[in-house]
């Protein structure tokens, strides 16, 4: 591929997944003597990509809301959750990994809703010709990936699986955009990365897939609500109100994938079959809240622990509220 043309390949996948964090409005000019109930509610809710809300907008499902949203958009799902346990933020969605970093500094959040995903997202790759077959034969070798991400929970699971500890390989701490310079210039020996950039890398750059850690990761997204919206009985209802939502929409993303690709390809700036592939990974239903789903939440919190990532083991289930199963109902 020439510099031209991968430079204008990078600037899309940067513009995928860097946004400017938006400023949450507010209202302060006071309730002027009305009461709670005569006053119409605002939810602000956390978005990446602005992918939520055009999700919601494809599907029909901002339509007739009894409810206002502002919504406040993040590079990514650290920042949101910062803004959510601050009470700037009300509802937002996540990956599995940053959960555990908020839960691990008691951050006053709950898990609302899981999005069980059919397939894994992340990927361990190797360069095109290489002998590497699984993370054993990466022993003392350098493999890149974003700390604190989805990637380095996968590669926890599979060194992990392997009897392996994380100082048995040589951990380098890249971006994606880093992470896949170096891995296409030889300077390292893998790259645990997700989609978009793992797609690029393999229809590319012939990388080849050492595993992507099926039955090792959780498979899971998260929606997470700050302690302070649901303690609030009005704000408990909305949020009641767009879980149901949220939960139609992604069943209709799956059902109607030729009509979302390109929203969410024009979306993202990223071309079709690259946008068709990350959706492939991270589409799914969202699902009641049960044991399963806590285990393998809590399971990602030991990795994380065991690898003295985060400073404590925080108990997965305290961080999980079920009170929006119900909202679930009839959508699956």
Wanted: aromatic fraction near 6%.
């Amino acid at each position: 591929m020439s510099r031209k043309r991968w430079g204008a390949l990078a600037v899309g996948l940067v513009a995928a997944l860097s946004l400017s964090v938006s400023a949450c409005s507010s209202d302060d000019s006071g309730s002027g003597g009305q009461s709670a109930s005569a006053q119409r509610i605002t939810l602000t809710v956390g978005d990446q990509v602005k992918q939520t809300q055009s999700l919601l907008e494809a599907s029909g499902e901002l339509k007739d809301l009894p409810y206002d949203i502002d919504w406040a958009s993040f590079e990514s799902g650290p920042p949101l959750l910062e803004a959510a346990a601050a009470g700037k933020v009300d509802i937002g969605g996540t990956g599995d990994v940053p959960p555990v970093f908020a839960q691990a500094s008691g951050a006053p959040l709950k898990i609302v809703a899981v999005q069980s995903r059919e397939k894994p997202g992340d990927f361990l790759l190797a360069p095109s010709g290489s002998s590497v077959t699984s993370i054993a034969d990466l022993k003392g070798k350098k493999v890149a990936f974003t700390k604190g991400s989805s990637s380095n929970g996968l590669v926890l699971a599979l060194l992990d699986k392997a009897g392996l500890k994380p100082s048995d390989i040589q951990q380098t701490y890249l971006t994606p955009t880093e992470g896949l310079s170096a891995f296409t210039n030889g300077q390292v020996d893998a790259w645990a990365v997700w989609n978009p950039f793992a797609q690029v890398a393999i229809s590319q750059h012939g990388a080849k897939v050492v595993s992507d850690g099926e039955g090792l990761v959780t498979q899971q997204a998260y929606y997470l609500a700050s302690s302070a919206s649901l303690g609030d009985l009005a704000k408990q209802k909305a949020i009641s109100d767009l879980v149901g939502r949220l939960a139609r929409a992604n069943k209709w993303s799956v059902t109607h994938e030729d009509q979302w690709i390109p929203i969410y390809s024009k979306l993202t700036k990223l071309p079709e079959p690259v946008a068709r592939a990350t959706f492939s990974t991270s589409s799914g239903s969202l699902v009641p809240i049960g044991d399963e789903q806590i285990a393998k939440h809590q399971h990602l919190i030991d990795l994380f622990a065991n690898a003295k990532v985060i400073p404590n083991k925080p108990k997965a289930a305290d961080y999980f509220d079920n009170q929006f199963n119900g909202a679930l109902a009839g959508t699956n």
